[in-house]
């Protein structure tokens, strides 16, 4: 069974073939915001791949203009509902997302 990091946190899980990184962040409780319910609707799941981008399908067109609106999106940016685990990987959580920003926006907090 292929294996998934997550960082900051350096936990690693054994997940079945052809899970997405955000089903694994679900299973085992982690802070993976996912607005649109994995709907490719949002870029709420953003991670970055840190390590093993070389096994996965390529950025479809669709989830690069949804990066597009992403918070602090880098080159190694993926949204993790459409990342398909299907070798170890290693990702980060980012410590903010689109949506903590725009929530914080519309309560007046910084």
Same mark, same amino acid.
């Given at each position: 069974?292929?294996k998934?990091?997550?960082?900051?946190?350096?936990?690693?899980?054994?997940? /079945?073939?052809?899970t997405?990184?955000?089903?694994?962040?679900?299973?085992?409780?982690l802070p993976?915001?996912?607005?649109?319910?994995a709907s490719l609707?949002?870029?709420t799941?953003?991670?970055?791949?840190?390590?093993?981008?070389?096994?996965?399908e390529?950025?479809?067109? /669709? /989830?690069?203009d949804?990066?597009?609106?992403?918070w602090?999106?880098?080159?190694n940016?993926?949204?993790?509902c459409?990342?398909v685990?299907?070798?170890?990987?290693v990702v980060e959580?980012?410590?903010?997302?689109?949506?903590s920003?725009? /929530?914080?926006?519309?309560?007046?907090?910084?």
């Amino acid at each position: 069974m292929p294996k998934i990091t997550f960082l900051p946190t350096n936990i690693a899980y054994e997940v /079945e073939f052809g899970t997405t990184v955000l089903e694994a962040a679900m299973e085992h409780g982690l802070p993976l915001e996912h607005a649109c319910d994995a709907s490719l609707a949002c870029a709420t799941c953003q991670v970055y791949v840190i390590d093993g981008g070389e096994n996965l399908e390529p950025i479809s067109e /669709e /989830e690069e203009d949804l990066l597009d609106s992403a918070w602090e999106v880098r080159e190694n940016s993926r949204l993790g509902c459409q990342v398909v685990i299907t070798d170890d990987i290693v990702v980060e959580i980012p410590a903010r997302t689109s949506n903590s920003v725009t /929530e914080k926006d519309k309560s007046g907090a910084a």
